[in-house]
């Protein structure tokens, strides 16, 4: 296979999981909200999955034809409106399948091993998944979280990401680290500063990149997070109640560690006089 045929093929690949992941962020809060509103615990019938309603305008619920359904190529041609109702589409949808072809191309470029390609696309999509939920709703899904978890531990037992002991120490490290913060910032402020999402997936990046990343992915996540959030919070003039959700900086900062977490920590060594 010529490379522009493999390139073009990997672009095309990336821009479908790209609306697949779309379909995940769109309807994955309704479908949980569904089943809990539900008193016998059970979904209920016509409530939808992500495979079924067929996709459909948010604002008139039409079933969008195939030619409206073409991952960039329709919001270009439609001017990112409806075709039926003229509603605007979100810029999120052309964004996130951009991003998924840009990341496809990165992946197959920096790693070689089929089974690491493989991996880092199933941690990276899932990542930017809870990105964009928990932006929205702040909501990091079991549904995708525990899977990503067992997935890390499966996918390093043959030593992909990280040795399996590494794996195994850093999905039980994650969860209890974060999930003794929470306890000690409400036993001394009274307050919830975390949800028990942030401690499954802080969990799951420990299984894919394995203990010695924790403090740097946290330490990154934590940064970033107090600084976008300061500056958030000034700019719109809300309140320091405000939420902001952790989820998206400890993915951002999971998914860095995963291809640059090493060198970061050499270079930090380096600079402390430790290397």
Known sequence: MSPLVFYTLTIVAGLCVGSFVNVVIHRLPGM????????DGHEADGVPNLFSPPSNCPACHTALRVRDNIPVISFVMLRGRCAHCG?????RYPMVEILGALLALFLVTKLDMPLAVFGAAVFSFALMSLLFIDLKHYLLPDLITLPLMWCGLLINIGDTFTDLPSAVIGAAAGYLLLWGVFHLFRLVTGKEGLGYGDFKLVAAIGAWLGWQMLPLVILMGSVVGAVVGAVYLAASRRGRDHPIPF???????????MFWGEDILAAYFQLAGLG
């Open 32 to 39: 949980i909200d569904s089943r809990y509103s539900n008193s």
């Open 87 to 91: 509603a605007p589409i979100s810029s």
């Open 247 to 257: 989820g998206p900086f400890l993915a951002g900062a999971g998914w860095l560690a």
